[in-house]
């Protein structure tokens, strides 16, 4: 018995390998914050960018693909357009169904006046 006690005590012991998903996980973060940053940014730039091309439209086709990126990858995206659509509900009527339902998953409310 003591012979099987001190070969295992001579062994070095070595901490765990971290799994491979705690990894995984922070690159998604990561890249999901990056993606939330760049749709914040491309519905600033949309409205400038709107106003210099106004025959063209480049500015809302840029904020519609802004909104659904900040939307659908960070939370406090999500609040913050749910924050200004309850201040100023003449935007919500503005986005398309299949917006609302993409990046907020649920119907346009119905806006009694």
């Not at 600033?44 to 091309?53: D, R, S």
């Amino acid at each position: 018995m003591s012979h099987e006690n001190t070969t295992l005590m001579n062994e070095p012991v070595y901490a765990p390998p971290k799994p491979i998903h705690v990894l995984r996980n922070g690159v998604n973060v990561v890249a999901r914050q990056t993606l939330a940053v760049t749709g914040l940014g491309m519905i600033v730039l949309a409205i400038p960018v709107g106003i210099a091309t106004p025959f063209l439209p480049i500015g809302l086709p840029m904020a519609i693909v802004g909104a659904v990126l900040l939307g659908r990858n960070a939370v406090w995206g999500r609040r913050w357009m749910e924050s200004v659509m309850t201040r100023h509900p003449q935007v919500e009527r503005f986005a398309p169904g299949w917006l609302m339902r993409s990046v907020f998953g649920r119907e346009k409310r119905i806006i009694s006046k």
